[in-house]
Each structure stands twice: as C-alpha cells, then as structure tokens.
C-alpha cells in the first residue's frame, strides 16, 4: 500500500519525467559521443581473389625481389587463388616438367596505394598458404607462417604438410604497420612447398587497415600588422586557427626556418618581429594540431620590407656666429627608423656622432676660425 504523500501529483510527476528524460539524453549523448570517438574504420587493401605479379621458374630469386622498387613487369600476373593440384585454383601456376621434383619455391608480388598511413591504426593479413609463406612488407618480413626458423632459400621446404581441410584455412596475423609508406607499397609472398613431391601449392591473401577517426580538420591564417613594412620595423604576426576551440602552439616561419612559436589563445597567437633584410619575406604559420584537431599551414604571406627613405635637415641655433661662441646644432631626421646616430661634420672633418632621439640630434659646438664653415650632418 502507499501512502498519500508518495503518490505523485500530476505535476511532479511531470517534472519526474523531463528529470528522467534529461538524464537519459545525457547518458545517451555521452555514449554516442564516446562511440564517435571509438569508431574506426576498416579498408580492404588487398582483396582476396586479386590479381598479383608471381613467377614460377624454378628460380632462386635470393633477396632483391622483395624490395619495393624491384621490377617485376617480366612476371606473369594472375587473380587469387594461385596454385595447382586442388582445381580451385583461379590461375594455374607451373611446377616445372617433373611432378616428383616440384619447384619448391614460388614468388608473388602485389603493390596497393595508401595515403595516410599515419592515420593507420592496425594492419591485418589472412592468408591461404599451402604448404608454408614468408610474407615481405616493403622488404621487412612480416609473417613467417609454416616455415623452420633461421635461413631459408629458394630451396627450404616448409615445415609441415598442408592437408584437407586446412588447405582451405586462411591464417589470419596481425602485422606491424612501420614498414607502411606513403605511396605506393608492395607487399611481397614467397610460398614454399613442404617438399618436391608435394602434389598443391596454394596461395591467396587479402590485406586489411584500420584506420583511426579522422581528426576535425582545421584551417590557419596568417596576417601582418603592417605589410610593407620598413627594415627595422616592429611588426606583429598573427596565426588565427579556426575551429577557435583549437588548442595548442602555432609556429611562425620565415621560409624554412623557424622565427619563433606562439600558444594558441582562443585561437589567435602572435609574435612579434622585424626584418632588417629588404625585400620579400616568405611567412607561414603552422599549427601542429593536438589530440583532438588536425594541423593546418597558413597560405605564404609575402611580407614586404621597404628600405627607410630618410631625409637629414640641419640647423644652427646662431649662425652667424662669432668666434668661440657655443652653438648648438641640431639634425632633424624624418623617415628614419627608431635609434641610429648622426654624425656631424665641418668640410671633412668629423665633428662628433651624436644619438637619435625621437628623429633629432644635437651637438654643441664652438668654432675658432672666422669665416664660412660648411657643416653637414650624416
Ligand atoms: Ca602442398
Ligand atoms: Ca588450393
């Protein structure tokens, strides 16, 4: 039984409900976030029944044949399944003219594209191997699938005999992806039989990435304060990353070289800098990404740098003067950059250097001689 007080009332029952409901659409938005997060996706690189290079002479081939630049166009090409003996094979492979003394080795090869192979999370192979495989990524072995330990060669057999059912097996190894390139890759199998009477050779692989979400990608602009600017002139870069929840350092480059780095603030970083070099200057902004953003590279920003046109006015505070008398010269210069000195001269002769301040300078000075002295300042 219940009591009175307990039962709710057509209104707080209400508010019970949009309690519940909010509370599961938290849980609920929590989990799809969550599985967004998890998701990964898988990509066939190669499929089973595909068509690979293969060579079936007889022939050792030692160990160039499984570098990625080998060149493989004098082989024949043929689709999984490859083999004799069993009649489900899609490309009949040579055994030589003896069915008692088989070729023990066969070799294939496979190129598949990949362009990210920094995204990849995992790489799988399942591969049908009868009798044994040596599997080459790039040239690095990856799988060493019934077949003894140490040295093989063209003439190794493979460990055990593949029968019945287990003809029919594709072994599955997860691989280490290091070897993985940008471009094109080969993957390279050389399937040796147990021995040279064995009556099947099989061989069919397919080859499986899973790649890691993609990140949310972003996009860096950068801009100038001033552009032109004038050789010594302070001017302030600013990186601006959008999406602006981006979080991180941006770095500033001038060409290639690296002027400086800047912690991304709401998105924005800046730095500050002057080029005494005129001319153009090449600026980019490279935002490295985080965990949960991809990187971007501004576009180039020509940052030009203008030579400073100054001109130099000078003035006497007494001209004429008389002899010995102290006067007071005073350089005016406009256009120039902050700081620098001027240097005073009577004819040839260096009377002194004097700072810039705020564009002027002065020198006191008394002249003993009598007549014209031709002054400048530089
Ligand atoms: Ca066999
Ligand atoms: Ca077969």
Redesign the pocket.
């Known amino acids: 039984m219940t009591t009175p007080q307990l039962q709710p009332s057509p209104r707080r029952g209400a508010l019970v409900r949009n309690c519940l409901a909010a509370l599961f659409a938290l849980v609920a938005g929590v989990l799809v976030t969550d599985l967004a997060l998890a998701q990964t996706t898988s990509t066939t690189l190669i499929a089973k029944g595909a068509v690979w290079k293969y060579l079936d002479n007889g022939s050792d081939q030692g160990t160039a044949w499984r570098a990625k630049s080998f060149a493989d166009g004098s082989w024949a090409s043929g689709a999984g399944q490859l083999g004799y003996?069993d009649g489900d094979e899609a490309t009949r492979l040579g055994f030589g003219p003896n069915p008692n003394a088989k070729y023990i080795t066969t070799y294939f090869r496979k190129a598949f594209t990949l362009d990210n192979p920094s995204q990849v999370k995992s790489l799988a192979i399942n591969v049908l191997r009868?009798?044994g495989a040596l599997v080459y990524l790039n040239g690095v072995r990856v799988i060493r699938s019934n077949m003894p330990g140490g040295t093989i060669t063209s003439t190794t057999g493979?460990l055990r005999?593949?029968r019945k059912a287990r003809?029919k097996i594709y072994h599955h190894f997860s691989i280490n992806k290091a070897a993985l390139v940008t471009g094109r890759n080969v993957l390279a199998v050389e399937v040796h039989?147990?021995d040279a009477r064995?009556?099947?050779?099989?061989f069919d692989l397919e080859l499986i990435a899973t790649f890691s979400p993609a990140l949310p990608s972003t996009t860096t602009a950068l801009a100038s304060s001033a552009n032109p600017s004038l050789a010594g002139q302070n001017i302030t870069l600013t990186a601006t990353v959008t999406p602006a929840t981006a979080t991180g350092s941006v770095t500033f480059k001038h060409g290639a070289t690296t002027i400086g780095t800047g912690t991304l603030n709401a998105g924005v970083a800046t730095m500050v800098r002057s080029f005494s070099t005129t001319g153009a200057h090449s600026l980019t902004a490279v935002y490295a990404g985080s965990a949960d953003f991809a990187g971007s590279t501004s576009v180039a920003l020509n940052q030009n740098v203008n030579k400073v046109n100054s001109s130099t006015a000078l003035s006497s505070s007494a001209n004429p003067s008389v002899a010995g008398e102290s006067v007071t010269l005073t350089a005016t210069v406009t256009g120039a950059s902050p700081g620098g000195t001027v240097t005073f001269k009577d004819g040839a002769t260096t009377l002194g250097t004097r700072p810039l301040s705020a564009g002027v300078a002065t020198m006191t000075r008394s002249f003993a001689a009598t007549g014209a002295h031709s002054l400048t300042a530089v």
């Open positions: 003996g009868d009798d493979a005999n593949v003809e039989q147990v064995s009556a099947d050779l099989s």
